[in-house]
């Protein structure tokens, strides 16, 4: 009993002083992955991973050809070899360099146009469609409904983008 009476106390001091406490998907709460069964846990790893700004992980979510897209854009910028930070890229992988850019570009709440903060937007998953290795979830953000790809890679399901 003794125990007891010392863990709810415990409990009730951390409830008082405010001590964050986060639970994994806390940043999530109250959006419903439940109509998308097949696609719903690699979004919500991806959307996680943004709130997260676990950059490797958002990676790790994405499709060969989203990868592609970073490939290009840091070929294109080792092109640009006067450009500040040329020295800072010019070995990365694009793996690497997606990481770089994320974390330069997300740096500033208030200014990064690509930012998306999921936490700040009300979602609702509508369902999905698998059409063998493409897929898309329909969903709301904030009332205006739209569609996320997928695709099939390795039997893995990637994100593909908008």
């Not at 406490?21 to 419903?32: E, I, M, P, Q, R």
């Not at 950059?55 to 070899?81: V, Y």
């Not at 739209?146 to 593909?160: L, P, Q, T």
Request: net charge neutral; hydrophobic share 35%; with cysteine.
């Amino acid at each position: 009993m003794k125990k007891f009476t010392v863990i709810v106390a415990a409990v009730c001091v951390i409830v008082l002083v405010g001590c964050p406490v986060k639970k994994a998907d806390d940043t999530l709460t109250g959006t419903d992955f439940s109509k998308a069964v097949t696609l719903g846990p690699v979004y919500k790893k991806y959307m996680q991973a943004n709130v997260d700004k676990d950059w490797g992980t958002a990676w790790d979510c994405m499709s060969a050809a989203m990868h592609k897209d970073a490939e290009k854009l840091l070929e294109h910028h080792k092109g640009l070899k006067e450009s500040p930070g040329y020295n800072t890229i010019k070995d990365m992988t694009a793996r690497q360099y997606y990481i770089h850019m994320m974390k330069n570009v997300r740096s500033d709440n208030e200014s990064a146009a690509t930012q998306t903060d999921y936490t700040k937007h009300k979602y609702e998953i509508l369902g999905e469609e698998i059409h063998g290795d493409d897929a898309t979830i329909t969903q709301k953000v904030d009332g205006e409904e739209g569609k996320i790809k997928f695709v099939k890679e390795d039997g893995v399901w990637k994100f593909n983008g908008k």
